[in-house]
């Protein structure tokens, strides 16, 4: 397709569980960006890689969090040992350099029992 | 470190009324203004943008926005909405080339 691709688009899942979330971006966006969305609270910036540097992973949450984008194309969040304040709308997005408009998907939306 | 406020959580609307969305920002450099739509169940999408030059900007949909430095703001508005406006609209800042940080957001309701 020509957007961004997020899957699973809904996940639940047990406190304590890990879950992965994919992303895959559109093709030719060298910027990649992960964003979380809760109710109320706006969009926290996660982590964003660019090309072959080095990510930015300053807006990760805690260590249970990590990301890694594959081949400078998909990438995956996963989150270990979920817990309840995890759940939210996990953003993607992607860019064309450093442009400022960013390509969102649709999210996915990830609820902790 | 930059933030942004959107001094309004909910505004309601009557069809073909006018409407503004206030967005602040706090930086002690320049910055890059953003206003992100997000429309019922869909991902969100570029407004419009303020890089450089003319402090008044256009976007899609008939909305513009306004950049007054002396305030920090960077509001947004539309001479006169639909019942298509309906939707969630975060303003964004960015200090540099890549990392934005987006407001809470505000709430358009568009009533007939």
């Known amino acids: 397709g020509a957007g961004v691709s997020q899957s699973p688009s809904n996940k639940v899942t047990e406190k304590g569980k890990d879950v992965e979330l994919r992303c895959d971006p559109i093709s030719g966006h060298t910027a990649l960006y992960w964003y979380r969305q809760s109710l109320g609270q706006g969009l926290e910036f996660l982590i964003y890689f660019q090309g072959n540097s080095a990510p930015d992973k300053s807006g990760l949450p805690s260590d249970r969090f990590s990301a890694e984008r594959t081949g400078g194309s998909v990438s995956t969040l996963t989150i270990q040992r979920t817990q309840q304040e995890d759940s939210a709308v996990y953003l993607c997005?992607?860019?064309?350099?450093?442009?400022?408009?960013?390509?969102f998907g649709e999210g996915s939306r990830l609820t902790v029992l | 470190a930059q933030s942004v406020t959107q001094l309004d959580s909910q505004v309601p609307v009557f069809e073909e009324a006018p409407v503004e969305l206030r967005c602040n920002y706090s930086?002690?450099?320049?910055?890059?203004l953003f206003w992100y739509v997000q429309y019922p169940n869909q991902g969100l999408q570029l407004l419009l943008k303020?890089?450089?030059?003319?402090?008044l900007v256009k976007g899609i949909n008939g909305f513009e926005a306004e950049f007054n430095k002396s305030q920090t703001s960077f509001h947004l508005r539309k001479p006169s909405v639909h019942i298509s406006d309906t939707a969630e609209y975060f303003c964004?800042?960015?200090?540099?080339?890549?990392?934005?940080?987006f407001g809470a957001g505000t709430t358009v309701t568009v009533r007939a």
């Open positions: 997005a992607s860019s064309q350099m450093n442009t400022g408009e960013l390509f």
């Open positions: 930086s002690s450099v320049s910055v890059y």
């Open positions: 964004a800042v960015s200090e540099n080339d890549y990392k934005l940080s």
């Open positions: 303020y890089l450089s030059g003319s402090t």
